[in-house]
């Protein structure tokens, strides 16, 4: 594993010396984090993911015993190793109950701390080797499958399309009896008065009644798997079981036909309600699932509508549905999705798919042709909406084309304009997002500059511009060029040479109104940036 260690310590030259002299790479450690007080320490672990934070016990205004109680309090999982220069059985009592790691006494063997270092680090792996361990994530995965489950075959009708030894590898891991290829069929049911009259959670506990009698009579003849769509339907996909598989297509579909009978007679009988149900005719799985699909939720619409305890069958594709279906236009993610999402290259190949199946021979036609039209409007009118923005704003002169009807008699035209919108979108989100940026960054410096004197620390200043601290810390660092706790010490040693100028304001007093509780840390950072004491500074101005 790859960690990240803080050091702490108020004597700069101990923590610049561990940082540079360990072999952190040989122990694990990508990233060695210093800070030279526990409230620098705090600042540090607000923006980075730290592992392990190794701290002196004896530092001014905040201790390393006040400062583990603050780790525990809000980062429970962070390993400790106590240092001191006490040989103080208190400090050791007090460590223990704070659950540190290890406790060393200054001055401490590189060898001797290294150890401890080492030994610390492979119990935090152990630790998360255990979270992550097989046997755990197979109990996970397994108390999840029934909603792994239905939540897979829900994503293949909704039109999601997968490589075929992906979908055999996913199918397999989810330990289900079906293979692509394979011959499969639906059956919808819908629940009706009474049954469709109880509470959520009645007919859920209704639905899943059904499911079980379902599987029952389904059982030998069939294999099953089934879910609730987004229509309310149960929805089963019916491949063919081992008492069915020698039959022809026809005998088969009798059976099948049967068993859903018999689903409709038995729910009538012990859950004292109606269903309708809907068969399907066989086809390939999954090649056109979705499709048929499509088809069977259009026979309910078309066929059944309204009537209380309907049984039918549907037949080939021609005998449903006349016009073709623009399938890639619906198969999520939708097209509202991935603009909202920010997903451009998705949202681009998704466009590229939809304009090259309206390409085919059985999509020519101007219906169609609207029919993208008025999703591509919709996508741009929803994401307008959902900034409190105009749809004129955003696509300017462009907009009396949306406005005035269907422009667009050919695919190429309507393709060219469905990019060049595109385009002209990216080019202002993308400017809009670095303005937003910008503004952060203002607003940043102005209250670090008008509050030197106060907390300006990473975690206030984030709280300020209702940002997470990390995520402030990299749009001012990208934005800036610099780190944001660099920002921070530079303006107070700009602000500290100004002051310095007046003879008549003390060094104790510098400290304080740039927001140092000790003087002596002031002097110490003081001197790291120039080189010199602030008052060897002061005497050199004279």
């Not at 040989?26 to 730290?50: C, F, N, R, W």
């Not at 088969?252 to 309708?276: N, P, T």
């Not at 100004?498 to 950072?525: R, W």
Request: with cysteine; hydrophobic share 40%; glycine share 6%.
């Amino acid at each position: 594993m790859m960690h990240q260690v803080l050091i702490v310590d108020d004597h700069p030259h101990l923590v610049d010396s561990m940082a540079h002299t360990l072999p952190w790479e040989e122990m694990g450690v990508i990233g060695v984090h210093k800070a030279y007080s526990a409230h620098e320490a705090l600042q540090t672990l607000d923006i980075v993911p730290v592992d392990l934070v190794i701290t002196d016990i004896r530092m001014p205004v905040m201790s390393g015993l006040e400062l583990i109680r603050e780790i525990r309090r809000r980062w429970k999982d962070i390993k400790i190793i106590l240092m001191s220069g006490y040989a103080d059985f208190e400090y050791a009592k007090e460590a223990l109950r704070q659950d540190v790691e290890d406790y060393l006494l200054k001055p401490v063997p590189n060898d001797e701390l290294i150890r401890s270092i080492r030994g610390v680090l492979d119990k935090k792996a152990a630790e998360w080797q255990a979270v992550i361990s097989s046997q755990r994530v197979l109990n996970t995965f397994r108390e999840h499958l029934p909603a792994l489950k239905t939540g897979f075959l829900l994503e293949l009708l909704r039109g999601r399309r997968l490589p075929d030894d992906l979908l055999q590898e996913k199918l397999d891991l989810y330990e289900l009896p079906f293979s692509v290829r394979e011959k499969a069929a639906l059956v919808l049911v819908r629940l009706e008065e009474p049954l469709a009259g109880y509470d959520q959670r009645s007919v859920s506990l209704l639905e899943y009644a059904i499911a079980n009698i379902a599987e029952e009579l389904f059982r030998g003849d069939f294999r099953i798997w089934s879910c609730l769509d987004d229509y309310g339907y149960l929805t089963f996909l019916v491949c063919p079981g081992s008492g069915t598989t020698d039959l022809s297509e026809p005998e088969r579909q009798r059976m099948l036909e049967q068993c859903a009978a018999h689903l409709q007679h038995y729910v009538g009988i012990y859950l004292k309600g109606s269903i309708s149900a809907l068969v399907s005719d066989w086809f390939e799985f999954p090649e056109t699932v979705a499709d048929r699909y499509q088809q069977c939720l259009f026979a309910f619409r078309q066929r059944i509508g309204s009537e209380r305890s309907f049984f039918m069958t549907i037949g080939k594709t021609e005998e449903v549905q006349k016009t073709a279906f623009l399938s890639s236009l619906y198969e999520p993610p939708t097209l509202k999705m991935t603009i909202e999402a920010g997903q451009w290259n998705e949202l681009r190949g998704k466009l590229d798919r939809i304009f090259e199946e309206l390409l085919q021979d059985e999509f020519q036609f101007e219906e169609h042709i609207l029919e993208v039209y008025l999703e591509i409007c919709g996508m741009l009118a929803y994401i307008a909406h959902k900034n409190r923005r105009r749809l004129a704003e955003l696509i300017g002169d462009e907009y009396e084309k949306v406005a005035g009807g269907l422009p667009f008699k050919t695919v190429k035209p309507l393709r060219e304009w469905t990019f060049r919108i595109l385009d002209r979108l990216f080019e202002l989100v993308d400017r809009e997002r670095q303005h937003s940026r910008a503004v952060i960054v203002k607003q940043v410096k102005e209250y670090v500059m008008d509050n030197l004197g106060k907390d300006v620390s990473i975690q206030t200043v984030a709280n300020r511009v209702f940002l997470h601290p990390s995520y402030l810390s990299r749009i001012y660092k990208s934005e800036s060029g610099e780190s944001f706790s660099d920002f921070v010490l530079r303006v107070r040693m700009e602000k500290a040479v100004a002051l310095l100028k007046n003879k008549g304001i003390k060094v104790y007093d510098i400290s304080g109104e740039l927001g140092y509780n000790q003087t002596q840390h002031f002097i110490k950072m003081f001197k790291k940036h120039y080189g010199l004491t602030p008052q060897e500074y002061r005497e050199r101005l004279l």
